[in-house]
């Protein structure tokens, strides 16, 4: 879109990478159009073929499969997942900000810093407090992002933290969003604190059911689409 998602990082909740709420960029609106799928098409036979689009998505979900969003993977895990990551831009729609598949609820399925979704409660220490239980993002047309970390405290208390934010687009790969205060409720119990945030994200790749993203400082993140 700190991050959820990423959504909360460090002991400051946040979204994608957060910095202190600067001033506002000139921004376009996000008005779903058709995607260019034709123009790749044409751009991708013009490339060496590696393999077919569905059997590196395929690739890529096996390989963060089972991950923790990718606390468990090994350094050369990591690898071979931006590997693949970056043979699937090469089939990139025209202008992905503006596609209307970008819309639609994601499970945060990997980040290549695993504790960017989430923040601190993606720590080693958090995770020893809160066992998450799912990482969500939504992006509502025409411009409204929602993070949520849900997760249990201790195992047997449940709880969410979550996030609004305003999205703009920055220009044909990036956006940024502008979030709200979080919201933090465990059991019956909840309210907001700390203060706005910001991120700003690259989309790379999307289609039907997968939606990848680099954070301005590098981060990768794969999104899956909910009931895929």
């Known amino acids: 879109m700190a991050s959820i998602i990423p959504l909360f990082s460090s002991a400051k909740p946040q979204a994608f990478l957060s910095h202190a709420k600067p001033s506002h960029?000139?921004?376009?609106?996000?008005?779903?159009?058709?995607?260019?799928?034709?123009?790749?098409?044409a751009s991708i036979a013009t490339r060496p073929v590696v393999g077919a689009p569905d059997d590196l998505v395929a690739s890529l979900l096996s390989?963060?499969?089972?991950?923790?969003?990718g606390v468990s993977l090994t350094k050369d895990g990591h690898k071979e997942v931006a590997?693949?990551?970056?043979?699937?831009?090469?089939?990139?729609v025209d202008e992905p900000v503006k596609c209307p598949l970008i819309f639609g609820e994601w499970d945060v399925v990997y980040c290549s810093r695993p504790t960017s979704p989430g923040g601190g409660y993606r720590s080693a220490l958090g995770r020893l407090v809160f066992k998450t239980n799912e990482m969500v993002q939504t992006v509502e047309a025409p411009d409204i992002v929602r993070n949520k970390v849900s997760f249990s405290t201790f195992g047997f208390l449940d709880g969410e933290v979550s996030l609004k934010g305003k999205l703009n687009v920055l220009d044909d790969v990036w956006i940024q969003v502008i979030f709200e205060p979080p919201e933090l409720k465990i059991g019956s119990l909840g309210f907001q604190y700390g203060g706005e945030s910001e991120v700003k994200l690259k989309i790379t790749y999307i289609d039907e059911n997968i939606r990848l993203g680099k954070g301005s400082k590098g981060s990768l993140f794969v999104f899956l689409r909910r009931g895929y």
């Open 25 to 41: 960029p000139p921004s376009v609106s996000l008005r779903p159009q058709q995607c260019k799928i034709s123009t790749v098409r």
């Open 63 to 69: 390989k963060v499969k089972g991950s923790d969003g």
């Open 83 to 92: 590997d693949v990551a970056l043979q699937l831009e090469k089939y990139c």
